[in-house]
């Protein structure tokens, strides 16, 4: 009784290890609209950018799985003139397997200055933004963020005035 205990026990951790780091996180190919990278310029419009060597992952499961590592040949210094800084980026932890995005790594390098973190596109889904973090010699990374209202409106809570008004959920058809 107790050794089947176990092996079920051993069988659930197993499927739920699975389903966390691999079964729900699907690759980005290069030429899919997801793998389009957008910047946010100071006057509010945004920007498609150049980004080469893509790869990227996402998930139906969360709005904030997305990862994705790339290179553009834009200067840091052009860039910084041109797109919305983003001042409290925290990158999220990857899967291990998606080795080109390290979080810890990312996060590090923008508390001391050694990447700049963009606005790629504010509301990129209700509540989420997608951040930029570029590095002097080209390499980038993206992820998705909760933002200010997403924080609110997960909560439950009433959202400010400042922000925008969420779109309506699709009625049932029952």
């Not at 553009?72 to 080795?99: C, G, H, N, Q, R």
Request: proline share 7%.
């Amino acid at each position: 009784m107790i050794g089947a205990i176990m092996i079920s026990a051993l069988a659930a951790g197993i499927g739920l290890y699975y389903a966390q780091v691999y079964a729900y996180y699907e690759p980005i190919e290069a030429n899919s609209p997801l793998a389009e990278i957008r910047m946010t310029t100071y006057s509010g419009t945004t920007e498609d950018i150049l980004a080469e060597n893509y790869e990227g992952v996402t998930s139906d499961s969360s709005p904030i799985r997305y990862r994705a590592c790339f290179d553009t040949p834009l200067s840091l210094a052009m860039m910084t003139e041109t797109f919305e800084v983003y001042e409290e980026a925290a990158p999220l932890v990857a899967p291990k397997w998606f080795d080109c995005f390290d979080a810890q790594q990312i996060g590090s390098d923008l508390e001391i200055g050694h990447a700049v973190a963009f606005m790629g596109e504010e509301n990129v889904i209700y509540g989420v933004d997608r951040v930029v973090a570029v590095y002097p010699d080209g390499s980038a990374f993206a992820w998705h963020q909760i933002n200010e209202c997403g924080v609110v409106l997960f909560d439950g809570d009433p959202l400010p005035e400042t922000c925008p008004e969420p779109p309506k959920a699709p009625e049932s058809q029952n």
